[in-house]
């Protein structure tokens, strides 16, 4: 145990400090793996994080193609990691960020198991998202245990305007644009083969965890299409059918010092100061 707090401090310190870590070399398994992460998450919560909800990983056929993993993976959205709709990501906190479109549930209730996610009210709303995922370990490469240990490659979150939930409504077409252009396009049919799956495997994931959902949390249910690469700049959208869409750009690199002048998008300007995700955590 003392290495995977071990473990857990190191993935921390990369994550705050946005340089990148070799893979462990020590064996461990998906048990300890997640002992990892809830460390890694206690860590943050001690220094006055708070969680904004629950994501899952590796629902879709997609993404688990991309990133040669099989198993659905759970993992923890640090409030702090919050991007506003149609505002600025920070570049600086990330080493090599990608983004996909995400379905977010808003929880409606205490969910402490599998069958509490079929009960009325479970799912109190649903919007379109974009994940921010960038791994702590160099070349974005690892194993099972290692993406849940590094907390799923959580690394920032964007929340469109809430919609009604309608669970009749769980097949819908998905894009992701980068400037304009469409990426990847796919049905939100593809995550867990259907979406209304997410929430009580979400539960499941989370009990084997010794958590339990709470009401006012988010869910991602885990990306329907490949992560792209997010370059500074970048302006990312995703529009998901009836749900809504959401957008952000990433915030352009800082001007060199010494030259007069700002350029649009540096970070800082036109944030919501004490917003969540404004500063950088920890600073
Ligand atoms: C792990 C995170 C996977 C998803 O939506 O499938 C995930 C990774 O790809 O680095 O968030
Ligand atoms: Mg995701």
């Known amino acids: ?14 994550a705050r400090t946005g340089r990148a870590v070799p893979r462990p070399e020590q064996d461990y398994g998906v048990a300890d793996a997640y002992r990892v992460q809830e460390e890694l998450i206690r860590l943050r919560l001690e220094r006055g994080d708070r969680l904004a909800g ?26 702090s990691s919050a991007i506003l709709d149609g505002s600025y990501a920070d570049m600086s906190r990330y080493i090599h960020p990608r983004v996909e479109p995400e379905v977010v549930y808003l929880v409606g209730r205490r969910i402490a198991s599998p069958g509490d996610a079929l009960a009325p009210g479970a799912v109190a709303a649903v919007a379109t998202g974009i994940e921010v995922i960038d791994s702590r370990y160099e070349d974005f490469r690892f194993s099972l245990p290692d993406v849940i240990a590094d907390n799923t490659s959580a690394a920032g979150y964007a929340v469109g305007p809430w919609q009604p939930y309608d669970p009749s409504r769980w097949n819908l077409g998905v894009v992701l644009e980068i400037d304009g252009r469409v ?16 929430l009580a495997e979400a539960a499941r994931l989370a009990l084997r965890a010794g958590t339990v959902l709470e009401p ?9 299409t490949p992560a792209e690469p997010l370059a500074p700049g970048a302006r990312v959208r995703a529009e998901i059918q009836h749900l809504g869409s959401v957008s952000f750009t990433a915030s352009a690199p800082e001007p060199a010092p010494g030259v007069a002048g700002t350029s649009p998008g540096v970070p800082g300007t036109s944030r919501t100061p004490g917003s969540p995700g404004a500063p950088r955590e920890g600073s």
């Open 216 to 224: 006012g949390w988010i869910l991602l249910a885990g990306a329907a």
């Open 1 to 14: 145990m003392t290495d995977l707090h071990k473990l857990a401090a190191v993935l921390d310190e990369a």
């Open 54 to 79: 629950v994501k899952l990983g590796f629902t879709s056929e997609g993404k688990r193609r991309q990133m040669g993993v099989r198993d659905v993976i759970f993992g923890r959205v640090p409030e």
């Open 183 to 198: 990426v990847h396009a796919g049905s939100t049919g593809a995550i867990l083969g259907d979406p209304r799956r997410a």
